[in-house]
């Protein structure tokens, strides 16, 4: 709805009418606008209007998320500090303004600077443009009013791709920004496994949600605030000229208005960002329990769980409900105050410069022209009341990105539960290499080539400090086939968890050893030229771990059985992919060595799965053929997809975690006759009896008593006697 300062018509109303958008931010928290209550009788307050209409979208939809701290800490949480809320804005700004894609960013932002600028030039014509019009009209002068009209219309016919272009350089800009910042914070939650830190210790909830969420809200309303206090300061100084110009008073009476409105504001909204905060995390908790049913769909119906999965979600729901609830109402005590506000400039500024125009000394159009510039200079000193829910929403955003922003650097608070408690270390001794280690009390001297592992001294603790093993010294060798065993809980998977380098709490030394660097890589990584060395898949060093529920990852067949080997990435959409930013663009030289080297072929896919016994899914799917491939397969047949994967990664090395618990013993057989005959090296976690024949070496653990420090381990050879024996009896 449009409103008036005067009872003359204002042509131009019809203009502003027209709905104003911003593509990058749909909604925030509450419906605060107050833009369509402030409109004047001029062209000039296009770009109030234009700019005041920021919505972050905050809360559109989280895909996945992590488990969250305690619901009691996250209740009290403080409100930030001003101080800090400015440090994490330029932590979490500044990055992209430096990177290699700094000169379009500074280019593309002058020129949005450039354009602000042309509008507010517009802005001011148009004042004067609205004195005359308005002039005309009240002298009852045809002739001048349809020469200014017609200035109107080409004022409107110039000035409006000003605006739209400046909005649609804006808007690019911000989804350029918001494409760099995402790419490089997923970088950073993916390497060194953080990711896997805050999922397994619970650290800040829902990172998911901040990389989707949070990054696109932060830049799209970034810029979009930046250019509102440069086009506040802009029009300040153009429209303050012409407003003391016309009558001083009217400008201290401005003044008094926006200085008293803005404290009134700030205190009556104080509770808006933590608010702000609670509810980004309540909703997204709220569509993680949605996404935990998708996925876990057929365990649910088994057990009957509906009544239980509605309660815990309408629990999360209602969690929400009472937060946003709380937040209505601070929203609706602060509306009270900002309705009124905003409604009485509809007449102050006609009422103060209305007996000079009584007594003779101003025309009618500088009624109009005085009531324009009051409202320009009165949106830019009373950003804070205006725009205060924003804000309030946008520091909450701040303070999600900045507190993520800390954990990924290693200088949150937070952080000490990240931090490993071993120090992890590479050695190169003799011919052989030392890939991965906790932190040592005592340097390890091989005493042969076919050494592969050696644990020393390894004590395993809990984050609550219990022991779970206790000085544990073995070695496996080349061809030694570990059969790790004991009851639930006495720490079996935490030692497989530690050799994979996931477990680093406790001390000791777990180092690899392998006959020479080839032998670590995988097929036809030895090729690789020294200078793309980099480029290989760090976390994948010629060991495979297989757990008992293998990950399906979301792609096609293809896809499964190169994972995490190679990367099968589908081809770029071809030319009419223009526009697309460099940095978001799979650059020749940047993809994997395993993509382009020793990479299996169709013949080597089809043959493994004929290997594994899964030959006849090819009757039912192509190696192309995308499903979800975790409600597709049974757990044995991705059981035995797992056990291709290794086939074709050839590693030295495999830690299986009850990789065979779903399979029958024929196919058990089966798969481990094939991975011995390869000749690799393999260390088991099992139950099953059945398990001791493909073994040679054993290791029982028991569980710790916490009242001794004896060890609570043993280790002895199998016999090939023995080994025959359940070979014969399981044939």
Not at 455 to 462: D, I
Not at 541 to 554: A, C, D, E, S
Not at 595 to 613: A, I, S, W
Not at 710 to 722: D, L, T
Request: hydrophobic share 40%.
């Amino acid at each position: 709805m449009t409103h008036t300062h005067s009872s003359t018509p204002s042509f131009h109303n019809l203009l502003l009418q027209l709905p104003t958008t911003m593509s990058l931010h749909r909604r925030k928290p509450s419906n605060f606008n107050h833009s369509n209550s402030i409109k004047v009788s001029n062209f000039s307050s296009f770009s109030t209007t234009h700019f005041s209409k920021f919505k972050p979208h905050f809360r559109n939809f989280t895909i996945k998320s992590s488990s969250s701290p305690s619901s009691a800490v996250t209740e009290t949480r403080k409100l930030p500090e001003a101080g800090t809320l400015l440090r994490r804005f330029w932590k979490v700004a500044k990055p992209y303004w430096s990177s290699e894609d700094k000169v379009q960013a500074r280019v593309r932002l002058a020129t949005v600077f450039a354009l602000t600028l042309g509008t507010t030039g517009i802005s001011v014509a148009f004042s004067f443009l609205g004195r005359d019009f308005y002039n005309a009209l009240a002298n009852k002068d045809q002739e001048q009013f349809m020469k200014q009209l017609l200035y109107y219309l080409g004022g409107f016919a110039g000035g409006i791709p000003v605006f739209v272009l400046r909005d649609y350089a804006k808007d690019t800009l911000s989804l350029r920004w918001r494409s760099w910042m995402t790419k490089y914070y997923m970088q950073r939650y993916l390497e060194n496994r953080t990711f896997y830190k805050i999922q397994s210790q619970s650290t800040i909830d829902n990172p998911d949600q901040r990389i989707v969420d949070d990054l696109s809200a932060f830049t799209g309303t970034a810029l979009s605030f930046s250019l509102t206090l440069f086009n506040a300061a802009i029009d300040l100084i153009s429209f303050s000229n012409i407003l003391f110009g016309i009558y001083p008073p009217l400008f201290i009476v401005l003044l008094v208005y926006s200085i008293g409105g803005t404290i009134i504001s700030v205190f009556l909204g104080k509770g808006l960002v933590t608010l702000n905060f609670l509810q980004e995390k309540k909703e997204a908790d709220f569509r993680y329990g949605l996404v935990r049913v998708r996925e876990n769909a057929e365990s649910i119906a088994f057990y009957g769980g509906e009544d239980n999965e509605l309660q815990m979600l309408v629990q999360r729901f209602s969690s929400a409900f009472q937060n946003l609830s709380r937040l209505l109402v601070s929203s609706r005590n602060l509306e009270f105050f900002t309705s009124g506000y905003r409604y009485l400039i509809q007449i102050l500024p006609a009422a103060v410069v209305a007996p000079m125009y009584f007594s003779g000394k101003i025309e009618f159009g500088v009624i109009n022209q005085s009531v324009s510039a009051f409202n320009h200079i009165l949106g830019d000193v009373s950003l804070i009341v205006y725009q205060f829910q924003a804000i309030s929403a946008f520091s909450a955003v701040i303070d999600r990105l900045g507190e993520f922003d800390d954990l990924l650097d290693g200088t949150s608070s937070e952080n000490a539960a990240l931090v490993d408690s071993v120090t992890v270390v590479q050695d190169e001794v003799e011919s052989s290499i030392n890939l991965t280690c906790l932190d040592s009390n005592g340097s390890v001297t091989p005493e042969s080539s076919k050494k592969l592992v050696y644990l020393e001294n390894l004590t395993l603790v809990t984050p609550e400090k219990s022991t779970i093993i206790s000085d544990l010294t073995m070695s496996i060798n080349e061809k030694d086939h570990l059969l790790i065993v004991g009851p639930s809980g006495s720490g079996k998977t935490s030692l497989l968890r530690a050799m994979a380098g996931l477990w680093t709490s406790g001390k000791g030394k777990i180092s690899y050893y392998a006959n020479s660097a080839d032998d670590v890589e995988p097929s036809g990584a030895h090729e690789i030229p020294e200078d793309s060395k980099s480029r290989v898949n760090k976390s994948y060093k010629g060991i495979f771990f297989l757990p008992q529920r293998p990950y399906m990852v979301l792609g096609t067949l293809r896809q499964q059985l190169l994972y995490p080997t190679w990367a099968e990435i589908p081809p770029s959409d071809g030319p009419e992919q223009t526009g697309v930013p460099p940095f978001l663009l799979r650059q020749e030289g940047s993809q994997s060595v395993f993509e382009k080297q020793g990479k299996p072929t169709d013949e080597d896919l089809v043959k493994v799965l004929q290997d594994v016994r899964l030959g006849y899914l090819l009757s039912r799917f192509s190696l192309d053929s995308a499903c979800e491939w975790s409600s597709v397969l049974s757990l044995g047949e991705q059981q035995r997809l797992a056990f291709a994967r290794l086939l074709l990664a050839k590693p030295y090395l495999i830690l299986l975690d009850e990789s065979t618990s779903a399979l029958d013993d024929d196919n058990e057989t089966h798969l481990y006759g094939l991975i011995e005959a390869a000749g690799v090296t393999y260390v088991s976690i099992g139950h099953r009896r059945s398990l001791y024949k493909y073994h040679n070496k054993l290791l029982h653990i028991m569980k710790a008593d916490p009242e001794s420090s004896e060890r609570n381990w043993n280790v002895k050879p199998i016999s090939q006697e023995s080994r025959k024996s359940l070979l014969e009896l399981g044939s």
